[in-house]
């Protein structure tokens, strides 16, 4: 089976086999915290170091509803977006769907699915041979516990 | 010496681009997005090109095409636009050693020596690639020996889609080709009124021009024209400029919204532009000198009485502060000021500036002691301050002499944006919403 990942906006990856082909694009990037300084000076953490590896390709979302819930994922909570990270199964993307952008776990096996995480939710089948936009990678979530 | 080898990097239709990117429903829609105060059609999205919607072409010309085929209109978002071409340049500067930021969707990449696996039309593709998926953006590449041809090879790459948005023209036979199909105004530098000179001469295509004389195109036109004759040819003289020159001056003016009639209304205009130019003039970390006010009716409305007028004042000591510039633009505001017209438009220009520290003070300015007729310390630390908190949101701090909000919530003379879409990556508010 054969269906055409998009990029929202970007490029396009075959996915064969249920498999999607990853470009290898990825350079070394510098994780983690700067080495401390020769001198010592007070160095402050930096929360933006910790969720942000590429500013460029980094967006944020807010979400509306509880489809997604049980991946402790909760209305009006922040996402960080990043958009250099080559979506694979099992992620948490945003995905633009019936012109609306979505937040769902991606499943390519055993066939092509945006996974809701909620049981009240059904999966959305993407039929092969269509595209589905990929507007990016989820890569943290943040919630403020006390507004509420 | 290896061969110098540079890349233009060019974004596809990049404000539209920008505006569709947060729009999943108008992924397959016509878009336009129009100039200050939503006057004309400054970038259009590939469908509504094809639709034949021309640049530059004033709304009102097309309200019926809008309606017909359902195109999507916006204001010019330039917080938006800037934010994803920082992205852009960004993403191209961890590509690229030497970056050029050209323009706010066009940057030149210099690859001389640059030692790489892959070939000319790969690491293009690759820059295609990666920009896409990391910001959004579709981008065309050109490559050539020189910035001439660069330009002419990324203009290919945007017109022939079978290049699939990336053109190699390091080889001389394709260069000529190339250069053959191109009319001569396409070229970088030479435009329309030159080319329509050079066509007199019999010189039609860019490989007529690049089979010129050197020395007689620069005895007919200029030695800038020859410098384009012997980068056609493969020969590089323009230079790359990683930093961009030091601004010579600053103008910062806008059309009005609604016709300004009263003097109250035109010095809030000029103090707001007044207090945007001085906090450009900070960024740039230079003192301005002279500041020049202008006001003008507008000319295309010939019926009414049409007045101009500018006037140049001199500080008498450069400053960056805001307090200086707003007094003097004032002053010089209220000399040219006429009752009874309906100005369209103000601006205030900032020119003569010193870099900090050059300047001969004024002897009453400054003391040893750091104390004058006011300090300059003090100075500084609350424009340094103004900016600080500015610069958290837009114009949380503001001088009184720009006014504040009527009680319709909107100052006549602000810019006309009807259409303005969120500011989906610099305002938290603004923030996407997904589902």
């Known amino acids: ?148 | 010496m290896p061969e110098p080898t540079f890349a233009l990097v060019d974004c596809n239709n990049f404000y539209a681009s920008c505006e569709k990117l947060f729009r999943p429903d108008l992924k397959q829609r016509p878009l336009v997005v129009l100039s200050n105060n939503d006057g004309c059609v400054v970038a259009r999205s590939k469908e509504a090109k094809a639709l034949g919607i021309k640049m530059g072409v004033p709304i009102f010309k097309i309200r019926h095409e809008l309606r017909q085929h359902n195109i999507a209109v916006f204001s010019s978002n330039y917080t938006l636009y800037a934010d994803m071409s920082a992205r852009v340049m960004r993403t191209l500067e961890e590509m690229a050693q030497r970056v050029e930021i050209y323009s706010i969707d066009e940057a030149f990449l210099d690859l001389t020596g640059t030692q790489s696996l892959l070939d000319n039309s790969q690491f293009g593709q690759q820059v295609r690639q990666i920009i896409g998926d990391w910001t959004g953006i579709t981008v065309c590449v050109g490559i050539a020996p020189t910035k001439t041809l660069a330009k002419l090879a990324n203009h290919a790459a945007k017109k022939y889609p079978a290049t699939q948005g990336v053109v190699d023209l390091s080889d001389r036979q394709r260069q000529q080709r190339l250069l053959g199909l191109l009319p001569v105004d396409e070229i970088w530098g030479i435009g329309r009124r030159l080319g329509l000179r050079l066509q007199q001469m019999g010189i039609n295509s860019a490989l007529d021009l690049a089979n010129a004389n050197p020395k007689n195109i620069r005895q007919h036109f200029s030695v800038v024209v020859e410098r384009t004759v012997r980068e056609l040819n493969g020969e590089s003289c323009i230079d790359f400029e990683e930093l961009p020159p030091t601004k010579k001056q600053i103008v910062c003016s806008r059309s009005f919204g609604e016709r300004v009639t009263s003097l109250q209304e035109m010095r809030e205009a000029i103090c707001k532009h007044s207090a945007r130019a001085a906090e450009k003039l900070r960024k740039e970390k230079r003192y301005a000198k002279i500041i020049t006010v202008f006001i003008r009716t507008s000319p295309f409305n010939a019926q009414q009485p049409q007045y101009a007028n500018s006037l140049s004042g001199e500080l008498s000591v450069p400053s960056d502060d805001s307090r200086d510039l707003i007094n003097q633009a004032i002053r010089l505001l209220e000399h040219i000021w006429r009752d009874g017209y309906a100005y369209a438009k103000a601006g205030v220009m900032l020119s003569d500036f010193y870099e900090p520290g050059v300047y001969q003070p004024d002897i009453f300015d400054q003391q040893p002691n750091g104390k004058g007729r006011r300090g300059h310390k003090e100075s500084q630390a609350l424009m340094s301050t103004l900016d600080k908190i500015n610069r958290q949101g837009k114009s949380k701090l503001f001088f009184a002499g720009q006014g504040v909000k009527n009680s319709s919530g909107t100052k006549s003379w602000v810019m006309k944006r009807e259409h303005l879409s969120p500011a989906y990556t610099t305002n938290w508010n603004d923030i996407l919403k997904v589902k």
């Open chain 1, 1 to 148: 089976m054969s269906v055409l990942l998009v990029r929202h906006g970007g490029s396009a990856v075959h996915i064969k086999n249920g498999y999607a082909n990853i470009p290898l694009f990825r350079e070394a990037v510098s994780a983690g915290f700067p080495s401390p300084a020769e001198d010592y000076i007070e160095q402050s953490l930096d929360l933006n170091e910790h969720c942000i590896k590429r500013p460029a390709a980094t967006f944020f979302v807010r979400v509306q509803g509880d489809s997604m819930i049980d991946a402790g994922i909760y209305s009006e909570d922040m996402l960080v977006i990043d958009r250099s990270i080559p979506a694979a199964h099992g992620d948490i993307v945003i995905a633009g769907l019936h012109g609306e952008f979505t937040v769902k776990e991606l499943q390519l096996r055993p066939r092509t699915c945006l996974m809701p995480k909620n049981k009240a939710y059904s999966p959305i089948d993407i039929p092969e041979g269509s595209e589905l936009d990929i507007f990016g990678v989820v890569t943290h979530v943040i919630r403020n516990l006390r507004q509420k």
